[in-house]
């Protein structure tokens, strides 16, 4: 029996292979599509995110192909964006830029460059995939099913530090705090590059984009993991420190005692 109360956690690893997995394809994607490319394919780009922008060279889907000002107030002439069309590479370099025109700004003083060619994703986001993967990895190894979505994401944490957590009902704070401060190092590089003029590294961004990566991976685990049916009643649930969940028929919610 396994330290939740089940038989066994073959779900549990099953998901995190598969978050590992697909991170993982689209973090070496980011690396292997440039090359897949003829050199300068992809240069001094920059597109929206969460917009399609580099479907074609003109028509639908071409708004990163029109012409930038050189500076805000246009002096200069105007900067041509050197633009791509994701429609006219192959299909594996076509869909791997195709998902960073859709997710990702594409800044190319944000992104790294391989083979003269700009990176799908900027740094930021090369940081958060290889967290999802770090996130993935080690929920195959110590993820457990827990009836809840926060205490299937804790089950991560070591046995010795959830054992005073459960023991003071310190749950929910753990979890949202846990969260918290994987998000903070991402949400304070952004948002103090955004309101002052300070500006950040590409190494930087790598780094607090990591964590929150790492996180969100761990949550998206946790997410598809977490499946009360499969206890017999929420009392069979196996918590650290001899905790038990009881279900309170006044208010039809489980809490730990």
């Known amino acids: ?3 939740n109360g089940l038989q066994d956690r073959a779900r549990e690893s099953k998901i995190g292979w598969w978050v ?3 991170s993982g394809f ?5 690396f292997i599509a440039p090359y897949t490319l003829a050199p300068g394919t992809v240069q001094h780009v920059e597109g929206r995110a ?26 200069g002439g105007e900067q041509l964006n050197n633009g791509y069309a994701w429609s006219e590479m192959n299909p594996y370099a076509g869909f791997i830029y195709a998902f960073g025109d859709l997710n990702c700004h594409q800044k190319y003083e944000r992104s790294l460059e391989f083979n003269e060619n700009q990176t799908p994703f900027c740094t ?3 940081g958060i995939f290889f967290g999802l993967f770090l ?5 195959t190894r110590r993820g457990w099913n827990r009836w809840t979505v926060k205490d299937t994401c804790l089950s991560v944490l070591p046995e010795s530090m959830l054992l005073k957590i459960y023991q003071n009902d ?17 949400l304070f590089d952004g948002f103090y590059q955004l309101l002052t003029s300070y500006e950040s590294t590409n190494f930087k961004r790598v780094l607090t984009g990591l964590p929150f990566g790492f996180g969100l991976g761990v949550l998206m685990c946790g997410m598809f993991s977490s499946r009360a049916q499969l206890f017999s009643e929420a009392g069979a649930v196996i918590l650290p420190g001899n905790s038990r969940f009881t279900l309170l028929e006044t208010q039809g919610q489980a809490e730990s005692e």
């Open 135 to 139: 996130g993935g990895l080690l929920f």
């Open 1 to 3: 029996m396994e330290r």
């Open 124 to 126: 930021r986001d090369l």
């Open 170 to 186: 310190r749950r929910f704070i753990a979890w949202f705090g846990c969260g918290l401060l994987l998000c903070m190092p991402m």
């Open 50 to 75: 969460n917009a399609i922008d580099f479907y074609s060279y003109d028509g639908w889907g071409s708004a990163g192909n029109e012409p930038i000002p050189a500076d805000p107030l246009g002096e």
């Open 20 to 22: 590992l997995g697909i």
């Open 26 to 30: 689209l973090v070496l994607s980011f």
